[in-house]
């Protein structure tokens, strides 16, 4: 095996993807079918999620993939998701907390349910979730090949922006901190955990401002860079993190976003 392809693989490796029937959710677990990985896609909409394996499978990529439903936004519904990761697999080598719900009003009218949904799925889903696969992940961890973590934040956890969504944005920030928690409470467990922070990416919870390709560019425009993210850029952070490149990185909150984890409007000297 040639020196990059042994860097960056996850050939052989197990992973679930929460969520992973559109957007980044299955990015990422395409880019880990592409590179040899067997890939678990579960969300609300099982249907979905094994169309989607299917299409993973029809590649022709060494990795393959398997889709069910699965159901975070409740304590029942992950317990359901735990016993059918353990009916498949006695061990777990990736996990992705992608799954994610937001929730738009105007400050005025923003309501107080909107808070415990999207804190549910977002922050107490990923915590829970992670706990209960605690053994799944111990099985595969080794100290010269951790066992992985990501999470799913957001720019938006990053940058005092919330455009409306001020459960999803607090919520996302949330998930920031949680990561560096759980980070340095399992690395004694070698198992690694880091956090995604995309900017704006097509999804089906951004169609409404990235659904065409002119919405796309206009979104981009905002972006210092000049564009949205694109799958290829979810897949090279997925790998980096998920391979023996990124075995000695935890705690770290991964900006995906074209620069705008830096982007302000402030001038010191310059007109």
Known sequence: MAYLDELFSVAGKTALVTGAATGIGRMAATALVKAGASVMIASRKGEDCIQVANALNGLGAPGRAEGFAGDVSSEAGIAALVAEVKARTAKLDILINNAGVSWGAPLESFPYSAWAKVFGVNVTAVFHLTRELLPLLEAA?????????????????????????????????????????????????????????????????????????????????????????????????????????????????????????VQHGLTLFKE
Do not use: W
């Not at 999804?203 to 993210?229: C, L, W, Y």
């Open 141 to 261: 961890a080794s100290d010269a090949d951790p066992a992985r973590v990501i999470n799913l934040g957001s720019v938006m956890g990053t940058q005092p922006l919330a455009d409306d969504a001020y459960s999803y944005t607090a919520s996302k920030a949330a998930v920031h901190h949680l990561t560096r928690t759980l980070a340095l409470e399992f690395a004694a467990r070698r198992i690694t955990v880091n956090a995604f922070a995309p900017g704006p990416f097509q999804s089906r919870m951004t169609a409404f401002a990235t659904g065409t390709d002119e919405q796309a560019k206009h979104v981009g425009g905002h972006v210092p860079i000049g564009r949205i993210g694109a799958p290829d850029d979810i897949a090279g952070a997925t790998l980096y993190l998920c391979s023996r490149a990124g075995s000695y990185v935890t705690g770290a909150i991964l900006p995906i976003d074209g620069g705008q984890s």
